[in-house]
């Protein structure tokens, strides 16, 4: 199953030119879902207004390099491995739901447009990546929503309550659990049998819910917060700090009630 492209598995049986619009149709969803996002929350005109006003109280103005150093500094540690979620088990979950879904999609489209046609041989490392990378989504997406959540860690709310919040997370679970389902069971070669259609019915609705979900869901923060990040890093090199006051001259007393539990009430 592993080294198994299962999309060329699917052309056999589905004409290759649907699945591929299927994919394009998925990404025109993304990006229509991003643009009535940002005219409906006017979030980036707020941000780009806000970064404007706070130039006014920059100290330094930045060289070239120097914000070429900042940008890469914060690719490499802010974006690559979301520092913003400081050391522990909600960095680690995200990293590993991140990068797997990055493998999976990014395996989907390259066996989809380069190694499904019937001329075609899929070398084995793109499966592999897509089945790791899906693997990899479901792990990382069930240990956040099971046990890191803040409504559930932090609020006492139990596991199984689902709100419109959950939207991004549980459809990405899904898809890459109901992929998983669909290629296991397509590579078992049950020809007459239902049950890899069933679940390949459930990926193709999944995918719709995560993609045509975006103006609903948390979808797309993978945007918004790298922005931000080199905002916020820019802000600090040049010393507007985003009009907030400099971390005071003095030293931290929070009295010894801080120690007595580990801050979790958000
Ligand atoms: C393919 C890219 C990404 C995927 C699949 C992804 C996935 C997720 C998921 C599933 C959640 C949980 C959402 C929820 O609260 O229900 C989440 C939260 C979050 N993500 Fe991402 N993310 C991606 C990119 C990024 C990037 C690039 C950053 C930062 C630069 C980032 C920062 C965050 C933060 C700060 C949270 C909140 C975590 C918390 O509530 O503890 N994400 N992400």
Request: with cysteine; glycine share 6%; charged share 15%.
């Amino acid at each position: 199953m592993l080294s198994i492209n299962p999309f060329a598995v699917l052309s056999e049986s589905i004409s290759l030119i649907f699945i591929q619009s299927f994919v394009v149709f998925m990404i025109l969803l993304v990006i229509v879902g991003t643009l009535i996002d940002i005219i409906h929350k006017k979030n980036v005109k707020y941000f780009f207004e806000n970064a404007k006003k706070a130039k006014l109280s920059a100290t330094k103005t930045l060289t070239t390099s120097e914000k070429i150093s900042v940008i890469s500094k914060t690719i490499v540690s802010d974006i690559a491995t979301t520092s913003e979620l400081g050391a522990g088990q909600r960095r680690a979950a995200h990293l590993l739901g991140m990068y797997g879904t990055i493998l999976f999609w990014a395996a989907s489209v390259i066996m989809i447009f380069c190694y499904s046609s019937p001329s075609s041989d899929t070398p084995s490392v793109w499966p592999i990546i897509w089945h790791m990378g899906a693997i990899m989504t479901v792990v990382g997406g069930s240990w956040f929503w099971f046990f890191l959540r803040v409504d559930v860690y932090s609020e006492a709310q139990p596991w199984y309550r689902i709100i419109k919040a959950d939207l991004f997370v549980l459809a990405l679970i899904a898809s890459s659990l109901f992929g998983l389902a669909w290629s296991f069971l397509q590579s078992l070669n049950l020809n007459d049998r239902w049950d890899d259609k069933v679940f390949l019915v459930f990926y193709i609705l999944s995918n719709l819910v995560l993609f045509g979900g975006v103006y609903w869901s948390k979808f797309a923060h993978m945007f918004y917060k790298p922005g931000a990040a080199i905002q916020k890093n820019l802000a600090e090199a040049d010393g507007s700090r985003d009009n907030l006051p400099p971390p005071a001259d003095a030293p931290e007393k929070f009295g010894l009630g801080i120690k007595r539990e580990e801050p979790k009430h958000y």
